[in-house]
């Protein structure tokens, strides 16, 4: 009611309507995490990285890379579909390559050092020039600046010589009042330099650098050695230091996860595997698990399936065989892949076009840039795997490469699991991650029927728009899904603890995995 009612007439009042929108949550953001030739690391404020597009990969990480396989894995992500990546650069004692530009000074004012913006051997190629032509060089009075100078830095290839990058800051000061101090410069602006930063201050000389080209320290910055399981989730590795693995816990959201290879014979260590599926069940997400490199035939994959990648995961599947395509790196010539990449770009791929709720297999689940499968399959050896939760990869006629499975890693006949498919297990983490996010006005809101009613508005409102897009089984809402929050969901009880009890349930479309046609002859014209 309006608060003053001090005259005769017409009084407009808005009420809310109690209608508050709950939005999906995106679903096929892939995280992957592995050694990258450049770009921000675990220990960088900045990392993990969200791109779009594998060029955005090749400027800021660097793109393929003949000691990683990361990079492969990104380009077949959105070579088949994929439009958002996360990516966590994890390395293993890497370096950045360090400069030191000469003052003429005496100590402790002898040079202003430089390190490379990101770890890696890269930065052995940066040259950095000095030269004191500044907006003052020519001024009389008053005399010149002598803490201004000019900075250059280009990063050239050590065999052409061709400069790949090339960054220019002119009139940068030695002077930490100044608007154009050379250490905030160089953090805001370049992707090539920062000021060394010993103990979290930077250092640098009262001096301006004296007029000069001067190369990285030969050696100074260092690829690293190759990644082990503690280098993902080791001491040190977890959510609150936020490294490794967990370096994605500063991610907002992800949907996939997917860990190529690190180790040297091109395989992940089978405990890793644990650790990060029950990372991806506290973030509602799933975990792409690739076959290792011993499964060379069908029959080593059905006897390993169960000893080599972990125990059995509802947030987890394991596609089979690897992928064989040109590696640019050596000539085009034909490779053995790990198959997460590819997956998960169609995934994002089926999810744009037909929903989170069809299964990411069949006929249009096509794999792109992939020349051949390293294990041909056919019909019986398929059937073979399906039962064990191992979904085949196939070469289909007329399709070409194809997925030809979707099972989770509890698909396993034997296991009668209702989370037996990847379609369904998605929905539901879909489903669980936009109601979190979309009730998160309830939190302290009157505990009564009318906040229950709006809760049974707002939530219907959103599963009833996944009935109209074809997500649940069922002709009408009510053998589709419900919403019950009432007096019947929240006792009194639960209000005198301030607990609200939501009960959403929904019938979930299975996919088609056997399609089974009868044909009967019929009996003719017989009179009977």
Request: net charge neutral.
């Amino acid at each position: 009611m309006p608060s003053t009612l001090n005259y005769p007439g017409v009084y407009i009042e808005e009420i809310p309507s109690g209608v508050r929108t709950i939005t999906g949550v995106a679903t096929s953001v892939t995280a992957f995490v592995g050694r990258a030739l450049r770009g921000p690391s675990e220990d960088d404020p900045e990392s993990p990285v969200t791109i779009s597009s594998f060029g955005e990969f090749e400027r800021t990480f660097g793109g393929l890379w003949l000691d990683s396989n990361l990079g492969y894995a990104v380009r077949d992500f959105f070579l088949n579909g994929g439009s958002k990546a996360i990516i966590a650069r994890i390395h293993k004692g890497a370096t950045p390559a360090q400069v030191s530009l000469p003052t003429g000074a005496a100590p402790p004012n002898d040079f202003l050092k430089l390190v490379a913006a990101s770890v890696g051997a890269w930065g052995n190629r940066l040259n950095v020039t000095v030269d004191h032509q500044t907006k003052d060089a020519t001024s009389v009075a008053p005399a010149p600046d002598p803490k201004l100078f000019n900075l250059a830095v280009i990063e050239a290839d050590p065999v052409t010589k061709l400069v790949l990058i090339a960054e220019r800051f002119l009139n940068v000061s030695t002077d930490p009042a100044s608007p154009r101090f050379v250490a905030r410069i160089l953090e805001d602006s370049s992707d090539l330099v920062r000021v060394a930063k010993p103990g979290g201050v930077w250092t640098v000389p009262l001096t301006r650098p004296s007029a000069v080209t001067t190369p990285a320290t030969v050696g100074s910055g260092g690829d690293g050695a190759v990644l082990d399981k503690n280098s993902f989730t080791g001491p040190g590795k977890d959510t609150t230091t936020k490294k490794g693995l967990y370096t994605l816990a500063k991610a907002d959201i992800f949907n996939l996860l997917c860990l190529p290879p690190y180790l040297a014979a091109g395989d992940v260590d089978k405990a890793l595997w644990d650790d990060a599926a029950k990372y991806c069940a506290d973030r509602r997400a799933m975990l792409l698990i690739d076959p290792p490199s011993t499964w060379t035939t069908k029959a080593k994959a059905v006897t390993g399936v169960a000893s080599d990648i972990g125990s059995t995961s509802k947030n987890a599947a394991v596609f089979f065989p690897r992928l064989r395509s040109p590696n640019p790196l050596r000539e085009n010539q034909l490779e053995d892949y790990v198959p997460c990449g590819a997956v998960a770009g169609i995934m994002a791929r089926t999810d744009a076009a037909r929903g989170i709720w069809k299964a990411p297999a069949g006929l249009e689940a096509t794999l792109f840039g992939v020349s051949e499968l390293s294990v041909p399959l056919n019909d019986s050896e398929n059937g073979d795997l399906n039962p064990l939760g191992v979904n085949c990869l196939r070469n289909m006629p007329g399709a070409g490469r194809v997925i030809w499975g979707a099972r989770t890693r509890e698909g396993n006949d034997l296991l009668a699991s209702e989370w037996k498919y990847i379609p369904v297990r998605r929905l539901a983490l879909y489903l669980e991650e936009s109601l979190y996010r979309g009730t998160q006005w309830v939190v302290f809101e009157p505990n009564d029927e009318p906040l229950w009613a709006q809760i049974r508005l707002n939530i219907g409102a959103f599963m009833h728009g996944l009935f109209r897009q074809g997500a649940f089984q069922g002709k009408t809402p009510n053998e589709a899904y419900f919403v019950k929050c009432d007096k019947e969901t929240t006792t009194q009880d639960d209000i005198n603890r301030g607990i609200v009890n939501i009960v959403v349930g929904f019938a979930p479309l299975k996919p088609a995995e056997f399609v089974v046609i009868k044909l009967q002859q019929m009996a003719g014209q017989i009179q009977t």
